[in-house]
Structures are given as structure tokens and as C-alpha cells.
């Protein structure tokens, strides 16, 4: 790595790492600790919707799973929140590994609706499980013990385990397993030929989003402070799904800027959180027309165009002397 993109690196560490002090005031704290709470799901979901290939629209699900465990266990359980964080996503997991098993054997339409239909399940169960959920009336979420019962606090809680789970999501990109899962996402059939374990990696891969979703839904109900049914629609499992396409496949910079840009412009734009799904449908189609592999290339377009890459040309020098032994048949 150069020395530009350490520089760049550590420049957006310490805008993260300084936000609490700089930003306006409490409200974009809120949407900064927000955007952090989605990050660590959608980080997630990026290996199965950005380098697998699988079209996951049903993630909604294990993030209400997330926060109404953590709700329940923190709450009604009295379990310390840093060990009902750890329940929420390890029963995610679970849940990934039960849904993940049948159903990523299915080709990518069938498995799409296949992962809608759980979410709509758990949406139901909720409302059925008053007792346990709270039904339509919800739940009180608490929240967590000092020096996270702050904004502050919340905020570097939140942006410490977004850091984890980009870290985590990034070396796995980087090294050969992330190659086999584009190899998938590309062709199934060349992953299969040069021993690619198709399904044992779509499996894994969609097991560790589900252990995401599950932390992620513990921070975005401890950030909301109260949640119910009408707070996990489908519309946001549509936003997650968005954020990555418009951010571009098969990188990490690409949906991260995917969630910022789509979290914060209608928070910040009132008449853009009224037209919610037809501004996400018009970012879609406009990515979709204009740069087709995401708004992350076009950044990275950019960054060539002032520092282009050095490409070194090897001149091939044929060994003659070699050639015309052997076309004399004198052997090597």
C-alpha cells in the first residue's frame, strides 16, 4: 500500500474517531451512530449480495430477530447487554444456518423469495408472540451501562464493532476465499472446476451475515430505545439490498458509500424521507444507467484519473538458440 492510501486511511479514521466533536449537533451524532448500526449488517450482507452473488431481500428478518433477542434477553432477562449482543448475533447465526441450508440450493430467484418469505414469517410471529414480544405494542429496549449510556459513548460502541466487522469483512474479500466467492457469483461451473466448495462457502458466508444482522439489530434497537413490528417493514430490507447494488459488487468502499449516501440524504433532505422509495428506485436506475458497476468505481475512476497505476511492461525474449535445436529434433 502507498503512502497516499495510508494517508487516506488514516484521514477517515480520524474524521470517525473526531465526529462526536465536530458534528453540528445530537441529531447527526444519531444519524452517524445509525449509519454505523446499518454498516455492520449490510458489511455482512455484502459477502452474499456483493462477492457470492445470492439475492438476499429478506435480511430484515434476522435483524428483527437481532434486536428483539437482545430486547428480551437485556430487558425482560436482566442478562448483561455486552453478553445479550452476543446471544442476539449467535441465534442469527442459527437462524442464517437454518434458512441457508435448504434454501441456498435454490437458483437466485427462487432463493431471493425464499429469504422474503422468512422475513414476513418472523414479522408474524412477532405480532403472535405477545407475550414474549410485546405483539403490536412492542418493547422497551434498555440501554448500556457506562461510558456507552451517552450519544458518545453509543456512537464509538457502535462505529468499534462497524470497524470489527469491516476488518473481518475486508480480510476475508482479500484472500483466497473472497476469490472463490466472486468465482461463484461469476460462474458456478468454473468455481466448480478448480475446486471451489460452491455451497459450503455460499453456506458460511450467509451464516456470518446472519451473526452480523443479529449484532446490528442489538445496536439499532438500543439506538431506537423502543421498537415494535411496524419498525422492521420490508422497505428497509429493500434499502439494504439498494445499498449495496448502487455501491458496486465485489468491493467494500462501494456499499459502505452506498449506506451513507442513502441513510443520510433523506434524513437531511425532509422531502426526500417523504418519497423514501421512489428516491431509493431513482438512485437505482440512475446508478444502473450511468455507472453500472457503482458509485465505488466511479470513485475509483477518479483516483486514477489524477494518479493513474504504473503498469510495467516485461519484454518477452524468445530463447532462439533453444527454438532451433528443437526444430532440428536435438532435444532440449
Known amino acids: ?5 495510508i494517508a487516506v486511511r488514516l484521514g477517515f479514521a480520524l474524521a470517525a474517531a473526531t465526529l462526536p466533536f465536530w458534528a453540528g449537533d445530537q441529531y447527526q451524532l444519531h444519524l452517524a451512530t445509525l449509519i454505523a448500526a446499518y454498516w455492520v449488517l449490510i458489511a455482512g450482507l455484502n459477502l452474499v449480495i456483493g462477492y457470492s452473488g445470492q439475492l438476499s431481500i429478506g435480511h430484515v428478518g434476522l435483524l428483527s430477530i437481532g434486536a428483539y433477542a437482545f430486547a428480551i434477553l437485556a430487558g425482560k432477562a436482566g442478562v448483561h447487554p455486552a453478553l445479550a449482543v452476543a446471544g442476539a448475533g449467535a ?3 442459527v437462524a442464517g444456518l437454518v434458512l441457508g441450508l435448504p434454501s441456498l440450493r435454490l437458483p437466485g430467484f427462487y432463493f431471493a423469495m425464499a429469504t422474503m418469505a422468512v422475513s414476513l414469517i418472523v ?5 403472535a408472540q405477545g407475550d414474549l414480544t ?6 422497551a429496549v434498555p440501554s448500556f451501562p457506562k461510558p456507552f449510556d451517552s450519544p458518545v459513548g453509543f456512537y464509538y460502541l457502535v462505529a468499534s464493532a462497524a470497524l470489527v466487522v469491516t ?5 476475508v474479500a482479500r484472500r483466497m476465499y473472497g476469490r472463490g466467492l466472486i468465482a461463484i457469483r461469476d ?15 455460499k453456506l458460511a458466508s ?3 451475515s446472519g451473526v452480523a444482522a443479529g449484532v446490528g439489530g442489538a445496536l439499532f434497537a438500543s439506538l431506537q430505545s423502543y421498537i415494535t413490528p411496524d419498525t422492521f417493514h420490508f422497505e428497509l430490507s429493500m434499502f439494504f439490498f439498494v445499498c449495496i447494488i448502487i455501491g458496486g459488487r465485489g468491493s467494500i468502499l462501494g456499499p459502505f458509500l452506498g449506506t451513507v449516501v442513502l441513510t443520510a440524504l433523506p434524513e437531511l433532505v425532509s422531502p426526500l424521507a417523504k418519497l423514501g422509495n421512489f428516491f431509493y428506485g431513482l438512485m437505482l436506475l440512475l446508478v444502473v444507467l450511468v455507472v453500472p458497476e457503482g458509485i465505488g468505481r466511479l470513485f475509483e475512476l477518479i483516483r486514477e484519473r489524477f494518479r493513474p497505476r504504473k503498469v510495467e511492461s516485461v519484454p518477452v525474449r524468445p530463447d532462439l538458440p533453444r ?6 529434433g536435438e532435444g532440449a
Request: aromatic content about 10%; overall charge positive.
Open 1 to 5: 500500500m502507498d503512502v497516499k492510501g
Open 91 to 93: 441465534l442469527c447465526g
Open 123 to 127: 414479522g408474524e410471529f412477532v405480532l
Open 134 to 139: 410485546g405483539g403490536g405494542i412492542g418493547l
Open 167 to 171: 476488518v473481518l469483512t475486508w480480510n
Open 187 to 201: 460462474s458456478v461451473v468454473t468455481a466448480q472446476a478448480v475446486g471451489v466448495p460452491v455451497f459450503r462457502a
Open 206 to 208: 450467509f451464516v456470518f
Open 323 to 328: 527454438l532451433a535445436r528443437a526444430i532440428r
